[in-house]
């Protein structure tokens, strides 16, 4: 949700770099590396699409192969009324048509990335849309989205404002998209696209990745593969209700994408303009793995917060002690953590409130100062604490949320979302309600709580910002009675604006985005955040799946993934320790656990597995991802590499899932190394040290790793058994 603002002058005029070209030709270009997005416009006429594809250098190719599409680039609603459309506006005479028509395509140059800008008019009435086309400079990812602009003095009514519509040949086209539930986020499904229509939804409206994610991959040329075939990937920055929808026919195909205008039409006053959220897409010849690997560059360069640097490792407090957080067992985990070569240590849950001081999910939210009976030395004492064992700290919070037991909702009744007359709907914990991030005081009151904590303990070095809430109460007490329509989308527009705020005063805080598990991995919000929590579930085995979902389209940098007690909570599955931290390690290592709960030979194993993480830090964060066996082939296994770009180094991982005598267990290829090069074979986490694998210190080429692969079979044990190696390129004269 990048420049969702309402009322706000057009962004790029702020911009006083930006180099402006207005051009007039009929055919615009749209190129990267790989892929080439090609639109028609010419003054008074409709502007087409007319290709997204691989990357085309001579125009005139699709034309004379017969390639072009030649549609709309964004349908109007209201004449020709047939096939979907993008946008549907009401006039304030009711009129309820839009004919929309080229004025203008305008190139610009920000930041090194280039925007092009189809300026439409509307014929009759003052209305504009821009649409809007980035090019992301070494990337394979092009953007768009539109601003739609009501130019006169009445107010108009959006009933449809898509982001994007993408008109495509039909194909043999299979789709790759999430779905799931709390503690089971991010399971990937695959189908065949049939005519119809397939729509990706969410209306939870705040923790919006809790069943789908909008994001999708589709394939052109039959059933999605890792390595190969044509491949459009589409991801929607936006952390509110969406709606991606698929139209198949025998002789078409379109998507249209963007915020779910469900109980949600937007009341556009004169002279207001609606940005709507950025829809990003690639197109790949290299399958899946493709799309994957433009995301995750794209994400790292430009998406994420402090995307280029590297990760802490952390121990978070939640499973460890849930809400018994006092000063004694803080600084005890802290140094446990230390002991094990920890990097940073998260307090989560349980550590506010002094009138209700929070005890439990019924009580709190809202009231941000530390429970001096808990934590009498405060959140200095744990921050000297932390210093003194030579890591970081960094704290919880759930800053758009209150309970009706909490001194913040006894002073503001009004600031939480509620539908007048009506008793209030009560979510976590039967007190659990959510505040108005439309009103500019809630929205101080937000940005306050992160704001208060860093004046006041600016050596705070992470924050986990949670949200445990759906939005329930559709009702405001801030916006007008003519606006509550408008509810969905302003909250988003309200937390935008207090995130916007926290990154220019503090862009170096670490942030994660969680809500309630994995219900915002998006990229409306990671323009903010550095990391998100993949889901509440730490299963090992669970999260293979989870984390093989969240990497179609996120980055392993920004998925945090912990080691967790055995039984696990979740599950109750009980999994061998080395297993637990074979697949953490493949994202963002963390533990979630009480480490005196440990047993001396658990705590020696997770210290070395933790500076074994050290060394191979960089290459699951920055390096490319290739996926080798899917955990969802069937075939009890799952394995995964990243290598480093410039291919010297790589790691390896490999996990059993389930074990059968005599099991046919294949041979497993390797990818994307480089097969001129030699690389030595280290095991990384090895349950005796002294016992590696037959493996380790083997030298073996990068081609007969990726023509022949390792041999599971013999590397591989029982169920839950793993394995996680590390190639470093050997020179060799
Ligand atoms: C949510 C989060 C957990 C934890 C709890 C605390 O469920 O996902 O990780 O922070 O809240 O109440």
Known sequence: MKNNLVGKKHIFTLCLLALSVSSFSKDYLISTPKTSFLFSAEKGQKSKIQYYGTRIDD??????????????????????????????????????????FVNDVVTENIDGCEITKIIMKDSLYPVDVIQYFKNYNGTDVISTWVEIKNQGKKPVTLYQFASAYMFMPRGENWINHLHGDWASEHMMEEERLTNGQKCIVNRYALDNTTTSNPSFMLSMDGKLKEK??????????????????????????????????????????????????????????????????????????????????????????????????????????????????????????????????????????????????????????????????????????????????????????????????????????????????????VQDFVFGVVDNLMTNYPEIAYMKWDDNSSLMDYGSCYLPKNKQSNLYVDYQIGLEKVLKRIREKYPNLVMQACAGGGGRVNYGMLPYFDEFWTSDNTD????????????????????????????????????????????????????????????????????????????????????????????????????????????????????KLEHLRNMNIPNVQMDGLDPNKKYRLKDLTPVNENKPCWLNERVISGKMLMEQGLPLKSLLGGEYSSLVVELSEVETN
């Open 59 to 100: 125009i005139k190719d699709v034309y004379n192969s017969g390639l072009n599409v030649n549609y709309e680039s964004y349908p109007a609603f209201g004449l020709d009324c047939i096939k979907e459309k993008a946008i549907a506006v009401t006039h304030n005479d009711g009129n309820m048509s839009l004919d929309l």
């Open 228 to 441: 190969t075939g044509l491949v459009m990937g589409g991801v929607l920055s936006w952390t509110g209700n969406y709606k991606i929808q698929f139209n198949a026919q025998n002789s078409y195909l379109n998507i249209i994408a963007g915020i779910s205008e469900e109980n949600s039409h937007y009341i556009l006053d004169g002279k207001q303009t609606l940005v709507t959220p950025e829809f990003a897409m690639t197109y790949s010849t290299e399958g899946k793995g493709g799309v994957s690997r433009a995301f995750h560059k794209w994400a790292r360069k430009y998406k994420l917060n402090r995307g280029g640097e590297t990760r802490d490792i952390l121990l978070n407090s939640w499973e460890g002690v849930y809400f018994k957080v006092n000063q004694e067992t803080m600084e005890q985990m802290m140094s446990d953590f230390s002991d094990m070569g920890g990097e940073l240590f998260v307090m989560d849950d349980g550590w506010f409130g002094n009138k209700y001081p929070r005890n439990n999910d019924r009580s709190s939210l809202g009231d941000w100062d530390v429970c001096k009976e808990k934590l009498p030395q405060g959140i200095q004492g744990l921050i000297d604490y932390a210093k003194s064992k030579n890591i970081k700290f960094g704290i919880w919070i759930e800053p758009e949320m209150t309970n009706t037991k909490s001194e913040l909702f006894e002073k503001h009744p009004d600031w939480v979302l509620q539908v007048k007359g009506r008793e209030l709907t009560k979510g976590r914990g039967g007190s659990q309600v959510v505040l108005d991030l439309t009103n500019p005081d």
């Open 540 to 655: 090992a085995l669970q999260r293979i799946y989870m984390q093989w979902g969240v990497s179609g389209y996120y980055p392993a940098i920004a998925m945090a993934s912990h080691v967790s007690a055995d039984r696990n909570h979740q599950t109750g599955r009980t999994t061998p320790l080395k297993f637990r931290f074979d697949v953490a390690m493949s994202g963002r290592l963390g533990m979630e656990i009480q480490p005196k709960n440990m047993s001396d030979k658990d705590k020696a194993f997770a210290k070395r597995a933790i500076a074994a993480y050290k060394g191979i830090r960089e290459i699951v964060q920055f390096g490319d991802l290739y996926r080798l066996v899917s955990p969802y082939d069937d075939k009890g296994l799952a394995s995964l590499m990243y290598v480093s770009e410039n291919k010297t180094k790589a790691v390896f991982y490999a996990y």
